[in-house]
């Protein structure tokens, strides 16, 4: 059974910072690269940030590029997601999803992901 459990949001004052996980079983990174995604009410949800450990790649949204940093643990099978300098605009329910290791420039599609986590709230104060 594939599972993606995603953990670590919360309630975080604007210019703090927050480390998302997600703990992955059931897949090898070798197979599939994990992204995350972020839905705000009222929001289509978007791509973040995706990691293909087989690809050697690592992709960020244009709104996230240098604030975010996303990366792996292979012993841990957990793939994190840093936050610094989160502002109000981040705030929403983030979720991890595994799709092919080859995703590429289509890594931001959702229907490109096979399994999805559930989410985690993150809410960032003014």
């Known amino acids: 059974e594939v599972q993606l459990q995603a953990s670590g949001g919360g309630l975080v004052q604007a210019g703090g910072s927050l480390r998302l996980s997600c703990a992955v079983s059931?897949?090898?990174?070798?197979?599939?690269?994990i992204g995350w995604f972020r839905q705000a009410p009222g929001k289509e949800r978007e791509g973040v940030s995706c990691?293909?450990?087989?690809?050697?790649?690592?992709y960020y949204a244009d709104s996230v590029k240098g604030r975010f940093t996303i990366s792996s643990d292979n012993a841990k099978n957990t793939i994190y997601l840093q936050m610094d300098g989160l502002k109000p605009e981040d705030t929403a329910v983030y979720f991890c999803?595994?799709?092919?290791?080859?995703?590429?420039?289509?890594?931001?599609?959702?229907?490109?992901?096979?399994?999805w986590g559930q989410g985690t709230q993150v809410t960032v104060s003014s």
């Open positions: 999803a595994a799709g092919p290791y080859f995703l590429g420039a289509d890594w931001h599609w959702l229907s490109k992901y096979d399994f």
């Open positions: 059931g897949i090898s990174f070798d197979d599939y690269a």
């Open positions: 990691i293909s450990v087989a690809y050697g790649r690592i």
